[in-house]
């Protein structure tokens, strides 16, 4: 048989890529936890009516069709695969809303699926972790705050942890543009919002042709959207920017009022970590409110690590709404790029701390026993797996990564091949280092 090659967009780890993949996600779970966040999963597939019914979407789903199709069933292009984990959550909600107490705090980590081309940090299959709080007809705005605080928290400990690059946020309000948009008279901010969404990556002139061309707006009209979109501060004096402009309108005093709130308290709780920038649109057009996006400072070209945003009426049954807010961290696009770089490196490939050596196949017993004594007291132990000469079976230690290797019945000694050192001991009451016990992860960025 042929080697089978890779298919492109489809990451696959190694066992060391995924030792830190995992110390991620303990960190990630660890701190959403802390902050109230119950860990929920929903299927991986969705009818295509649910997932195209927001955004202009429809080219990244990957569409999921039977070979033997049963006489009866859904026809076999309307079943998708989610390509985000927000759209499943919100209909998770409505099925599930008499079972749920509300605002509603949750947390999920799985794989999603999207048909787009891929490249170094946008691949078609990869893992989000997402954050949302979802209440039952309101949601106060003051969650729009703690969503932000709580993954800068995560991405902080991340920072202080692995020494990741630190993060910055990057937070604007879609009130605060539709309503400077109103009070320019645009009739079609949806439109515009689009347009202004691309400024980072064609650049403002760009941009002011686009509004132009497609939007239709006047030239004066499109050098106030793009001077808007040209603002950012990390306080709140990005206020007086906006009025300095001209410009007023109900809907564009409440979007300034509710930045504020969050930039104030990223000043004061995250100090350095979170920008106002009027430049953030958010492609997806279910976002209502206040919008985010987050890059690693340093490594900008990587683009958006974690987005997302306040959506009043993604989640209706057209009795009651579920609005929410939240935020998704791309974590194989945040990973995948760092392991092949070598900025992230585990202390050893497989979870083993100790190696039991065996003398020969007719001690295996004995060996057997004590990793069993070992394991009972939470040590990873494995046996090695041929009676080789005892330098052959520390070679192989070695060469996983594996610490220590034990020598003997339960009263024996043990080695700790990275120094040499070799004790006496007993598998009832040794115990290594507490950073030997799991696969420890560091950061390698000089």
């Known amino acids: 048989m042929a080697r089978p090659k890779p298919i492109s967009g489809f990451p696959e780890l190694l ?14 779970r660890r701190t959403f936890e802390l902050h109230g966040f119950a860990n929920v999963e929903t299927r991986a597939l969705e009818p ?22 049963v006489e009866g069933e859904a026809s076999s292009d309307e079943l998708g695969l989610h390509f985000d984990l927000t759209v499943p959550f919100a209909r998770y909600v409505l099925e599930n809303a008499g079972h749920l107490a509300f605002p509603f705090r949750r947390y999920q980590i799985q794989k999603v699926w999207r048909g787009e081309r891929p490249q170094e940090g946008r691949y078609r299959e990869f893992t989000q972790a997402d954050i949302d709080i979802v209440g039952q007809d309101r949601l106060a705005t003051h969650h729009d705050v703690e969503i932000p605080l709580v993954m800068l928290e995560a991405l902080e400990k991340l920072h202080v942890d692995l020494g990741l690059p630190p993060a910055r946020m990057r937070v604007n309000n879609r009130q605060l543009s539709q309503g400077f948009y109103e009070g320019l008279g645009i009739g079609s901010p949806g439109a515009v919002l689009q347009r202004v969404d691309k400024v980072e990556k064609i650049g403002a002139a760009a941009v002011r042709e686009l509004l132009s061309t497609e939007c239709s707006l006047s030239a004066e009209q499109s050098e106030k959207v793009v001077a808007l979109a040209q603002i950012s501060s990390e306080d709140a004096s990005f206020i007086d920017r906006v009025r300095a402009l001209g410009v007023s309108s109900p809907t564009l005093d409440e979007g300034l009022s509710l930045l504020a709130d969050v930039v104030s308290a990223a000043q004061k709780y995250v100090p350095g970590r979170l920008v106002a920038d009027l430049s953030i649109a958010r492609g997806l057009d279910y976002y209502t409110g206040t919008v985010y996006e987050t890059a690693l400072q340093g490594y900008e070209s990587m ?31 945040l990973l995948v790029p760092l392991l092949g770089k070598g900025r992230l490196v585990a202390s050893r ?37 041929t009676a080789d000469k005892f330098g052959k079976q520390i070679r192989y230690a070695d060469r996983r990564g594996i610490p220590y290797v034990w020598f003997g019945g339960t009263t024996g000694e043990v080695k700790d091949i990275r120094t040499g050192d070799q004790a ?23």
Do not use: N
Request: hydrophobic share 45%; glycine share 8%.
């Open 15 to 28: 066992p060391a890529q995924r030792a830190v993949e995992l110390h991620v996600l303990d960190v990630l």
């Open 48 to 69: 295509m009516s649910q997932l195209a019914r927001k955004g202009e979407i429809d080219k990244e789903i990957y569409v999921v069709r039977r070979l033997h199709a």
């Open 303 to 333: 683009g958006s690590i974690s987005s997302g945003g306040r959506y009043d009426s993604l989640a209706t049954d057209g009795k009651v709404t579920f609005p929410g807010v939240g935020l998704s961290l791309g974590l194989t696009r």
């Open 349 to 385: 490939s497989v979870p083993t701390c100790v190696l039991v050596a065996v003398t020969d196949e007719e001690t295996r017993a004995q060996a057997v026993e004590v990793a069993a004594a070992l394991r009972s007291r939470g040590i990873p132990t494995e046996v090695a797996p």
């Open 424 to 446: 006496p001991a007993s598998s009832a009451l040794w115990r290594p280092a507490d950073a030997d016990l799991t696969i420890g992860v560091t950061g390698a960025w000089t």
